[in-house]
């Protein structure tokens, strides 16, 4: 059973278009973690958020973390081809992180 | 430039064999990581290791042993390959979080394991 679920699991959009991935659990976490990971490479960490409520902007990425630090949700707008991957999230508790299955984006040129 | 490096990319080993995956950060990072991916899945955690010679198990540690005698080194052992263990492996490091929350994780570019 994942601890933490994603939504949706495969998204396609056309370049410039907008699109949101969520990421939610019944249980708290400490922290969240949001990682993209490329063809025939590790996940590289994009953010971090640790307080409940909290918004961080990366370009054109926006993260959030739920108020009751269950949840989370990644928001890219205009999207470019350079943001097809697949978008992690990870739960972070007891010095260890709990990860979502992932939600791999397309974005068609 | 950080980097953390696996013994292969890909590997193929027979049923019953035994197999040695190698990792190498040079962060001189505490915390070492190691994964298996499999679709639809996301990353499940094996085992970790806060310090050299200590080990924790992770979400699915069956069928796996680790070995870390140096800090930058962490071994994944599968004692006799099944099939059911075909996967990719990721490997990861961190230096120490504040408190217990857990620091950014740096990976590796994986290993892909197929057993016949």
């Known amino acids: 059973t994942q601890l933490l679920e994603q939504s949706p699991q495969f998204l396609s959009i056309q370049e410039g278009e907008n699109l949101t991935v969520y990421c939610n659990s019944s249980?708290?976490?400490?922290?969240l973690q949001w990682y993209r990971q490329e063809p025939g490479e590790g996940p590289v960490l994009l953010v971090t958020?640790?307080?409940?409520?909290e918004v961080k902007k990366l370009k054109r990425l926006t993260f959030q973390f739920g108020d009751a630090r269950k949840d989370s949700s990644l928001h890219i707008t205009a999207a470019q081809p350079g943001d097809t991957g697949l978008y992690l999230c990870?739960?972070?508790?007891?010095?260890?992180?709990?990860f979502g299955a992932g939600t791999t984006v397309t974005v068609r040129a | 430039d950080v980097k953390v490096t696996q013994s292969s990319r890909y590997l193929v080993k027979r049923t019953g064999e035994k197999v040695f995956l190698e990792c190498v950060q040079d962060?001189?990072?505490?915390?070492m990581f190691w994964y298996r991916q499999d679709p639809g899945l996301g990353l499940r955690l094996i085992y970790f290791?806060?310090?050299?010679?200590?080990?924790e198990k992770g979400d699915i540690p069956e069928g796996y042993s680790v070995s870390r005698e140096k800090k930058e080194r962490f071994s994944l052992i599968l004692e006799s390959a099944s099939t059911n263990q075909t996967s990719m492996y990721l490997c990861?490091?961190?230096?120490?979080?504040?408190?217990?929350?857990?620091?950014?994780?740096?990976f590796g570019p994986g290993t892909r394991l197929t057993v016949t």
């Open positions: 958020v640790v307080t409940g409520g």
């Open positions: 962060m001189d990072h505490e915390n």
């Open positions: 249980s708290v976490f400490s922290s």
């Open positions: 290791s806060y310090d050299v010679k200590m080990k």
């Open positions: 990861a490091s961190s230096s120490l979080g504040q408190g217990r929350t857990p620091h950014e994780q740096y």
């Open positions: 990870a739960g972070g508790r007891d010095y260890k992180l709990s």
